[in-house]
């Protein structure tokens, strides 16, 4: 790499990594640590790549979403604590609720968490998820809903009167 493209990937990693962070944290269901290493990750396999690369977000993004799958490929994860109650009408109702839908998307399988984010956080079309995920349209579907289901069952205060990713709670 020359110097030109050195600068070009620092000033890329400079601009965009406070973005390319927050959909790391949602990857990861809300683990700091885990993240930072997702996006460390990311960066590393498209510096290699950094000649070729035409749009370097779009393959940052890519590269941590397949990294992210395939880590849970690897392990499958166990779910954590429990949610919080209901929350109070004391002016924070709605940074509960992050919590609240934090916690609960960090009880989603890695699979589920990607499939949600890609979907409804990214909005991407469900072909494009499937080909991202290396699956069917079809199981991006059926993911897609028993994860809703399941968001719906550990966070109950989720569902009236908000609603989920956009999708009306039933």
Not at 31 to 57: N, S
Not at 111 to 122: D, I, K, P
Request: charged share 30%; net charge positive; hydrophobic share 40%.
């Amino acid at each position: 790499m020359d110097a030109e493209e050195e600068r070009r990937f620092r000033e890329f990693v400079s601009a965009r990594s406070p973005a390319l962070m927050r959909l790391a944290y949602l990857l990861t269901g809300g683990d700091q640590h885990a993240a930072e290493d997702l996006l460390q990750t990311a960066l590393a396999r498209t510096v290699t790549r950094w000649r070729g690369v035409d749009a370097p977000e779009a393959y940052v993004r890519q590269a941590m979403y397949r990294q992210q799958v395939s880590w849970w490929r690897r392990r499958r994860e166990t779910t954590v604590s429990e949610p919080p109650d209901r929350a109070v009408a004391d002016g924070t109702h709605g940074v509960e609720l992050q919590i609240v839908m934090r916690r609960a998307l960090a009880r989603l399988t890695a699979r589920q968490r990607a499939v949600l984010v890609l979907r409804y956080y990214e909005d991407l079309p469900e072909a494009e998820v499937a080909e991202i995920l290396g699956c069917s349209v079809g199981t991006v579907r059926s993911t897609a809903h028993r994860s809703l289901a399941r968001l719906r069952d550990l966070a109950p205060e989720l569902r009236e009167p908000y609603t989920i990713f956009g999708e009306a709670s039933a």
